[in-house]
């Protein structure tokens, strides 16, 4: 007995304090609940009662007022221990309705839709002669005199990867567009819809204005507009008269919706679950993130309800305001920045409906373990071992800068950027197995690590 | 001698005539027009000129108008000997904006379009409360008090099928809908787009009021929105407000516009080869039918240019007013009544832009020897051999009555409800290996047929 008391204090000694990992039990929990998510429609209805009773819900309209009082009416009655709404500064802007008409040589209407935080037009609308730009950079190239007076059009195209990496490449010109463009004195910005959908409903999302540059309108044609107005160029100069009634609403208040399952043991430590709650305006953010919404909810419900709760405790955060200026990350930061020593790890699901394929951690050296369980606990859902490089989704990926622990459920992307931002950003678009895989690979990201025992930190 | 020409003199009064059938070298070209359309792209150039330079074509519409005398232009282009136009007397229509807003208990916008020809609402809109049926049917048994001052919402399901047959059964529903709820005292009547899409792009078609019943406006929701609409209708009452702005525009005329690629022995008699220049006004008519424009020009002018003409004169139809009236295909009979002697048969496409998998005819017993030789040539292009009860198209289907022999090449049809008569109705959704299929099968409709040595009458 003497010689094991040793050997004990040795290891614990050498382990710096109690046996890092997680116990049997736990692990074979774990892979009951992930069982249990597999066969369970939960995360579905959850999801269809968010985009019917709320649907549309872009932060500081009236639907976005109606997602919060759902929000915490669903966590509640899921069973969440505590449940609370903490606000957020917003800035309110109205789409409108958009009109491109091609007035010359061949008049036709043509779809698009402004882009998040555009200005309007005048009342009567612009006149002018289209200039088209493979992307954003030879735009910048471009000098005054080919731009001046005349409405923009970047024809960037996206390709569609199953890491989503084709967004971020042409997403530039959506954002930077209006203000380069701007900048060289055109009339007005249109770029071809970053998406990689074929209907003709284009694509949204949010830009920015440079100051000192003049504010002009700017706005997204769908896929098959943007091929249009392209073919029409080949042949030739094309007229065009364009119309966007946005409105600037002015600041309003949206919320972070928060609720809490607490842990058994250690209760003041937390495993964070985020995504979230607000939406584009056109869809019912269905897949973006009323599916985020629907995983982190119930993955967090499940555990919860579960025969033993886990030591530590489960937030989940359905963040506010994350498509139209990203100030529910900003305010949950302002809010809780004193308790991020606390907050153990940090998941964000906010990449659309596909499968899960790849898990990536964010760990201190000695938390390389936890990787190596998680990732043997979800190879059983096809999920592969990544990189521990994960850097979050856009709500969360601030924390990292406060030395939280990230893990990245990568989802397949190849078809989400078909609806994303769109009109069809629907509950038919989901697809259910990959739903229920989601929620069973974020119920076993939350056991886990509401259980490990061991530091993650501190993070590369 | 003398034996052989006995036998010959007795064959020729077997035969009727002089021998039936294809002479080797017309079966040899017809495999080398066949195989050369195979190799070409034109008819696809046809399609993209066609939509990108004249996009939307309503019949009685300012596109209309120029969608005529594009073709004209187009043909003469293409080298057709003689080409014209026919005027048509047709009623215009305008769409005009529509709105669907939920009111209560789930307040947002669902996507909407008004069906063809109906009467707008009132300006300040329609409010009601919505009654759901599940097909015509059903409306059709409920009695006046379960319909009285309500919005009725006919939900009927398209199925997919190769044969297109799942649209014959649900759009009665869109056609009779309106005459049947108003008969009963709806305040308007809005039913789920006959169509198999799952874009957030309702499908349009035309509808029929009847005398004597009040005329009440008629909108089509997309698959999603009557997915929507649905699901909250089966948590309760919902109320709604409906605003139609469509337009009846009165008289117009329009054109078939018509070419001809003269015989070289038998010049008075012909081939017709039909589709339509009409349009809805939402999409650029590519699928509909624009393709079947494609399809018969291509086809024609390969037979035309080919270096020995065909013996019968080849007659392409490019029918007005398919989609909002029919009147194209009756004033074509009403100025070509006394030359259905000398039409030898006729074709269609009309059906999308699938590659056509099946072949009818409509021929007397005697030519059902053209019969299967058009089987043959066609089997090389994967078109299997079907009935001998072809009833045309909607254009050609009128000349049965008239005697006039029909062949069908049917298209797949599987997806063609996935576009037809949306805003998706645009050239990235053709499939250039089909059309180039469908001109293949064309040409050797038209080269057999214009260089058939016998009688396709009387035809059943």
């Known amino acids: 007995m003497r010689l094991v008391s040793v050997v004990l204090a040795l290891s614990a000694l050498f382990l710096e304090s109690a046996p890092a990992g997680l116990t049997p039990e736990h692990e074979a929990h774990a892979v009951e609940l992930r069982e249990h998510a597999l066969g369970s429609e939960r995360a579905y209805a959850f999801l269809e009662s968010l985009t019917v009773e709320v649907g549309p819900r872009l932060a500081g309209s009236p639907g976005d007022a109606r997602a919060v009082a759902w929000a915490e009416k669903k966590l509640t009655s899921l069973g969440f221990d505590k449940v609370w709404r903490e606000p957020v500064a917003v800035r309110g802007w109205e789409r409108g309705p958009a009109q491109l008409r091609v007035l010359s040589p061949y008049p036709q209407a043509l779809h698009i839709t402004a882009l998040g935080g555009s200005v309007a037009t005048p009342v009567e609308g612009i006149r002018g002669v289209v200039t088209i730009f493979p992307d954003l950079k030879a735009l910048e190239a471009a000098s005054p005199s080919q731009v001046k007076d005349r409405i923009v059009f970047i024809n ?27 900048k060289l004195g055109a009339r007005a910005v249109l770029i071809r819809s970053v998406g990689t959908g074929t209907a003709r409903l284009p694509h949204t999302g949010v830009m920015q204005y440079r100051k000192g540059i003049p504010r002009i309108p700017a706005a997204a044609l769908s896929i098959p507009d943007a091929n249009q107005l392209e073919a029409m160029l080949r042949r030739g100069d094309v007229e ?52 985020g919404l629907a995983v982190v909810a119930e993955a967090a419900r499940l555990v919860g309800a579960f025969r033993s709760r886990p030591s530590r405790t489960v937030r989940v955060v359905f963040y506010a305001n994350e498509e139209n200026g990203g100030k529910g990350a900003k305010a949950y930061v302002n809010a809780h920045r004193d308790e991020f020593a606390r907050h153990v790890v940090a998941a964000e699901s ?5 499968r899960i394929w790849r898990v990536d951690t964010r760990f201190s050296k000695r938390g390389a373990d936890a990787g190596d369980v ?38 397949d992307a190849t078809t989400y950027f078909d609806h994303h931002h769109t009109a069809d950003d629907t509950l038919d678009k989901v697809d259910r197995a990959a739903l ?25």
Do not use: C, K
């Open 240 to 291: 065009v008269h364009l119309g966007l009634q946005s409105r600037d609403l002015g600041e309003a208040t949206s919320y972070n919706v928060i609720g809490e399952f607490r842990g058994s043991t250690r209760p003041e430590e937390l495993v964070l679950l985020g995504a979230h709650l607000d939406s584009w305006d056109e869809g019912t953010g269905a897949l973006d993130d009323g599916f």
């Open 374 to 411: 998680l990732s043997r606990l979800l190879g059983a859902l096809g999920i592969e071992r990544g990189t521990n490089q994960a850097t979050g989704g856009p709500d969360i990926s601030i924390l990292r800068q406060y030395g939280v622990p990230l893990v990245t459920l990568a989802q």
């Open 156 to 182: 960037a195209r996206m390709a569609a990867t199953r890491d989503g990496r084709g967004y971020g490449v042409v997403v530039r010109g959506r954002t930077h567009g209006a203000a380069v463009a701007g």
């Open 436 to 460: 229920r895989q989601n929620v069973a690979a974020y119920v076993v990201y939350v056991w886990v690590l509401a259980n490990w025992e061991g530091d993650l930190r501190p993070v590369p």
């Open 350 to 354: 906010d990449a659309g409906g596909g």
